[in-house]
């Protein structure tokens, strides 16, 4: 059985995003919208909170484009699946949407049953890019020059892109992994293991103090070993964000 796709519908025009929201009602329970946005900043911190499965996007963002809303999102996280909706059939959106490995392109009025396809080619990306849980605790692989590392999850402190590879930081030591931080990315729990930029995830059940002035987080061990990082502005402003959310919750 094919889980629920949650779902942000990201469109500035009313009338066309009220049809699209029934359009989509009308397809649950395989899609779950969660938000509905009508503007590029409000798009950009509901996706940042939610981490939607699928984004339904118009091109156009009241001036301004959405194609830099996903490369912006990219520095963050992961991107979800990305239909593009749009009024226009400019070959230039389209080679775009295909850069971003859009899962389909849809032009406005956006036909039910072509909508209905494109739900289903993002349920069959999900389930096969789901077939394995990710780590949230326990050991974790990693591939080496020589073999394979075992790290207990709980004692990462923080990975940082090298290259094609990582560099695993642990309390103790620091690695070189023959993994990228994208494939690691998909591997490890995002509640736990967060990309706060476009090169470096955090082990946010680990961090201890932030201190905005100079950019830097402390990080602590179960046995209260400190280790400091510094980290980029944007990073620093996803740490406070995704911490101020945890204390709420």
Same mark, same amino acid.
């Given at each position: 059985m094919s889980k629920t796709l949650r779902a942000i519908v990201v469109e /500035?025009?009313?009338m066309p995003r009220l049809t699209l929201l029934q359009k989509l009602? /009308?397809?649950r329970p395989q899609v779950e919208v969660v938000d509905a946005c009508d503007n590029y900043d409000a798009a950009l911190? +509901? $996706? #940042?909170?939610?981490? !939607?499965?699928?984004? #339904? #996007?118009? =091109?156009?963002?009241q001036g301004r484009n959405s194609m830099q809303l996903l490369h912006e999102l990219q520095t963050t996280m992961p991107l979800p699946h990305v239909i593009f909706t749009t009024a226009y059939n400019e070959r230039q959106y389209l080679m775009n949407a295909i850069k971003l490995s859009a899962v389909d392109y849809l032009l406005k !009025? $956006?036909?039910?049953?072509?909508l209905a396809l494109a739900i289903?080619?993002?349920?069959? *990306?999900s389930l096969t890019a789901g077939a394995t849980e990710p780590v949230t605790t326990? *050991? $974790?692989?990693? @591939?080496?020059? +020589?073999? *394979?590392l075992y790290v207990d999850a709980d /004692? $990462?402190?923080? =990975?940082?892109?090298d290259g094609n590879y990582a560099q695993v930081e642990t309390f103790h030591h620091r690695e070189t992994v023959f993994d990228s931080l994208a494939s690691l990315e998909r591997q490890l729990n995002a509640s736990v293991f967060v990309r706060i930029? @476009?090169?470096l995830i955090v082990n946010i059940q680990r961090l201890y103090k932030l201190d905005q002035k100079r950019r830097l987080c402390v990080l602590m061990s179960t046995g209260g070993t400190e280790l400091e990082l510094t980290v980029s502005k944007n990073g620093m402003d996803v740490l406070s964000r995704v911490m101020q959310e945890g204390v709420k919750s």
């Open positions: /500035d025009e009313r009602e /009308d397809l911190q +509901s $996706i #940042l909170r939610h981490r !939607p499965d699928l984004l #339904l #996007l118009d =091109i156009q963002l !009025p $956006i036909d039910k049953n072509e289903g080619k993002v349920s069959s *990306k326990g *050991k $974790i692989e990693f @591939r080496t020059a +020589s073999g *394979k /004692d $990462i402190a923080y =990975i940082r892109a930029d @476009r090169s």
